[in-house]
């Protein structure tokens, strides 16, 4: 067999030189469409053998009279193809031309295709197992025995099906597909459908075959052959089986996910009123998966930190990420296999609905978890500023090239997902929940077995916004979605006060946080505008009380029966943040919400709107479009907030701030001022968690974020309480850090500890098999700040000698984390000398970009020349893109500037801020000695009740 592929490598490529070159496009020729395929597979993966072999049969139909076949494939050697027809007449075909840059081969025959006619092209081929995430891939996982097993998996998203088999690798062609996969007899094969039948061929072999799939595309189609243990349950109310396959260690750990997937598809089946349609449903966990899920139709693959359910182990904030990975993928029955698209530039359909109902049925799930509050002020918030640059691309951007569709669905993995995901929410709230479903069931009957694009789904809405008098006559669901689609960016909504008149004037443009860039296509959207004051502060009313019209840059609205507003009285628009936009406002009204907030609770002001007052103003600021010490004056009122959702939206700017001031002056500034916001809720909270067990969720997520900052911000408290944790653990065993989010306690606690720490950590990681354990040290162990200990961490991580004691995903915890908690300069210089074989062992992709944006937003001075001479080398190794290499230099110019002009001013706030309580102590400081006699205490009386 062996001999035969070289030779038929051999003959592949000599008759690929010798044809003459044909011209092609980025798409298939749209010549021949597939009718359905037979794919056989064969690996040895038990024996760590990475290659395998392949045939497989395409029914397909001739749409013109062609002499050619075009199909995508990459990476295959072939070594035998025949076509026939229904007749079995065999006609002459020859491999015309191979472009493995954009992955495509051309079969050519002497005579053409009959138009209309079906006929069975046969191929056999042969390929190699990647490591995942690229085509047929393999991963490793430990046993209960603490054997290194592998596992073979398919991982076909986005093109990467070219890179198993030669097909159709275009979302628009949905075909039934008959799968045979031959293995070791000790391994078992599962795929989208249910088992047809085992044949063992002999002692060494055995062939799964399954039963046929549904029409859909080839992206979808997933298998894997592993040694797994499996658990079933079957849900009565959907005559469903549902099989969880993990190694059997972790067989307890299953039966949360199984008690919630129950949850979510009855819940998702009610909402679309369409039962999930297939006749069983496998998920099965994959270490190595870089995603936390991968929604094949019917083997869901799940990463274990995102999946498993350990009691005691587990966190809340763990548990919330369980409930969003599950229905996240369970939605993606309905949006993305059962409904497809007709190209990837659609992909924001399936992945904004996918997104957003994570948070949706999730918070019906946990309705005691901030999934909402969450939603809006992590989720939304983060992204406003990633799409806030000019070059900033629209959702519906059109591309074809396979390659360049491998890096935009990268992309997609927050920046374009959580876009799309907002503006379903924004769609939500201005048609209201009951339009919204019935609109969505529309879209899912009409279009089932189908590959639908935007128009197929704006009229699925609009029908049902017609019914409803969802919407004014003169504005149409297709008018709304395409602003926000089919452009880059989003507006900022100026709102300018006449506190004579009561008149208020809104405007549009588009917010661009580079100061240097303009909008010079001069962009305007369909914007519903939302609106509270002080006299109507109805802060759960978000259907729209006005619309400012794409093309309309100025509306001026004057006071209803139903909104009044007086001079003195502040208002606020885009109520809940529903609308995908941020407010800029005069700056008198700045100032009677910032005089409201100071108050403290009960607020009249919602929780998102704070979290969007807060959000919006220091961006704002950012961009100079207001001063920052307007941004300052308002976000010293969160030392009143109790809420986690207002303090997720003010750390992220608090930390921001942080990297970019620190230095010299520091501590007798930002520092000092950082640990007076924080001081009194750290004194409540407490570092360790309530020993009672009686701290609400919202407080247990909100005590990490409180830590995190008193720590960083040189309180001594802080910093002594979690390295006496981290010292203790290493001497005892014993976990003190608490339950919720142990990286910020082991993280901080790591950065004054002595190495005698670091190695006990460091060897843990090595040991555990828990994911979620893992993933508290993954985070945290990067923040050791010895230089040449960090480096020695960071060569294993690419050793192949070590590749078996950590995840790919885990490689880029310890890297981002280390870079993120002011090790840059160690980040940087393992990345220069040994990028290779980082792309090797876990690739680059986008979380390496975002590594780099980590750098350099804390990066110091004398290291900016090393950062912009590995952007260069990882660029010159086509590492990361020109446009990732552009971002990252505006990025670093950017920060650069604004510390020049804005440190002394900030720092000139803070010095009057404080002069008021001048000569008094900031925060409640003890002598460190009893500071360390009371927290070994509490460390004593932890460790003597556990």
Known sequence: ????????????????????????????????????????????????????????????????????????????????????????????????????????????MEENLRIDEIYILDIHFAGSLHRIPDGFCYSSYMDEHGETLYLATSHMHVTNARKVFPCYNEPRYRTPFTIHISHHPTLHAVSNMPVAQVVNNSEDSATTTFERTFPMPVNLLAFTISKHAVQTRFFESMNLSVNIFVPKQHLDEVNFALDYMKFCMEKLRDFVNMDIQLPKLDSITINDLLLTGLENWGLIFFNPKNFLYKENVTSPGQRMDIVRTITHQLAHNYFGSIVGITWWNFFWMTEGFATYFEYYFGNEYLPDYPLNDMFCADFTQRNLADHSLLMSPALNKYIDDPNDVTVAYGVFDFAMVSKAASMMRMIHHLLGTETFRKGLRKYVKEMQYEAADAKDLCRSLQEAADEDHALPEDISVEDVISSWTDQPGYPLLTVMRNYESNEIVVNQQRFLSARDEFDLDGLSWYIPLTMATATNPDMDNTKPWAWLKKGIRELVLTMTDNKTWAAEDWIIFNVQETGYYRVNYDTQNWRLLASELHQGPPFSIGTLNRAQIIDDSCNLAYSDVIPFTLALDIIKY????????????????????????EGPSYALFFGRFLQHLTEDHFEKLDVFENANGKDTVRNTFLRPIIVDLACRSGSGKCLTATRIMVTAEALTGHILAPHEKPSVYYCHGLKSADEKTFRYFWNKLKTITNEQERSHISSSIGCYKDFQALYTLFLELVSPEFYHLYTALERFQIIINAARYGNGPVVLEFL??????ISKIFTFNNRMEQTLREIGDNILDDDIPLFQEVIDILFNASHITSDQVIRLKINLDYHRTWINENKNTIEEWIREYFEPISGTAVGKIAPIAAIIIGITLHVIANILVR
């Open 638 to 661: 969160v030392r009143f907030e109790p809420d986690y959702a207002v303090w997720l939206s003010a750390s992220r700017h608090l930390l921001s701030l942080n990297s970019r001031l």
């Open 1 to 108: 067999m062996v001999v035969k592929i070289i030779v038929g490598a051999v003959l592949f490529f000599a008759v690929a030189l010798a044809q003459d070159s044909i011209e092609i496009s980025n798409r298939l020729s749209n010549t021949t469409e597939p009718v359905s395929y037979e794919l056989w597979l064969e690996t040895k993966i038990h024996e760590r053998i990475f290659d395998y072999t392949g045939r497989v049969k395409i029914a397909l139909k001739a749409l013109e009279a062609t002499n050619s076949i075009m199909l995508s494939s990459e990476g295959l050697l072939f070594y035998n193809q025949t076509l026939r027809d229904l007749m079995d007449n065999n006609m002459k075909i020859n491999i015309a031309e191979v472009n493995e840059n954009l992955g495509f081969i051309i079969f050519s």
């Open 832 to 837: 220069k000398y040994n990028h290779e074989d």
